[in-house]
């Protein structure tokens, strides 16, 4: 066992797809953690790669390439490996032919669309960090009808209950009956950040569909599958490598790959 150099032990089982770093720190904190043998309780060590690691007494694996998935997630399923309700979870409903994979972020019960999964700990961080700056859109269904004023305080950056958000940009798309269409883009994400911001201005949200996170976008996916992002897409975005990538239908529980469709040009 080594203290230098190296990396953390929470960065090396995050990276190895083990946990997120803060699921690690716990793990180590429970004593389920030994590296030579040894049990460890603190997450303030370095390894090497030649430290032998347990996680619960399974020996750590060799660490896959880094990979990056779509996920079109459907209403009605939680953002959670388990669910102290009993309720379907995301990870309930994926392809029995995916890794070991995290959320990047979470969407909320009755919220769907784009979910970023990851079998790498350090893209999962790395992508959830408020300094990526990496926008998030989403279309938005609410109850009212709305004028561009409503959201003024909502452009500037709302605070409530003493929580600050980050100025949204809100466009209103079309009036629908008694509901209306808009589009929210936001910079980090918190907690039903949309929800209880259009709840602020009397406009309660009855349908919620994240369309993209940073380069990647929902497009044609449809509800249950995943797709995996292609190297060159890791490359340009962020400077990984990843093997092949192709559509997974989480329905049939069977990967298949499918050609990507063309974009249509916009003059």
């Known amino acids: 066992m080594t203290d230098f150099p190296g990396n953390r032990i929470a960065k090396t089982l995050a990276r190895h797809g083990v946990a997120s770093r803060r699921e690690a720190e716990r793990l180590i904190a429970a004593g389920k953690v030994t590296v030579n043998g040894k049990v460890i309780d603190t997450p303030a060590l370095n390894v090497q790669d030649s430290d032998k690691i347990t996680v619960n007494g399974v020996p750590l694996k060799d660490r896959e390439e880094p990979r990056l998935w779509l996920y079109h997630k459907p209403s009605g399923l939680v953002t959670t490996t388990k669910d102290d309700k009993g309720r379907p979870t995301v990870f309930d409903n994926l392809p029995d032919t995916l890794p070991r994979v995290v959320s990047v972020g979470r969407l909320d019960l009755n919220s769907e669309g784009l979910l970023l999964l990851t079998n790498d700990g350090e893209i999962k961080r ?14 938005v269904r609410v109850h009212g009808a709305p004028t561009d004023e409503m959201f003024a305080s909502l452009r500037l950056g709302l605070t409530l209950d003493g929580e600050k958000f980050r100025p949204m940009i809100v466009n209103i798309d079309r009036q629908q009956g008694r509901n209306a269409w808009v589009t929210v ?58 093997p092949q990538g192709g559509k997974i239908d989480a329905t049939s529980q069977k990967a298949e790959t499918r050609r990507k469709p063309k974009r249509r040009r916009t003059k």
């Open 126 to 139: 790395r992508l959830e960090l408020p300094s990526t700056g990496w926008t998030r859109k989403y279309r």
């Open 185 to 242: 883009s936001i910079k980090e994400g918190k907690n039903r950040e949309i929800r209880r911001a259009m709840e602020a201005v009397n406009l309660p949200v009855n349908r919620l569909i994240r369309v993209s996170y940073g380069p990647f976008r929902l497009e044609t996916l449809k509800p249950g599958a995943v797709e995996e992002v292609r190297p060159k897409v890791l490359r340009d975005q962020l400077g990984l490598e990843a």
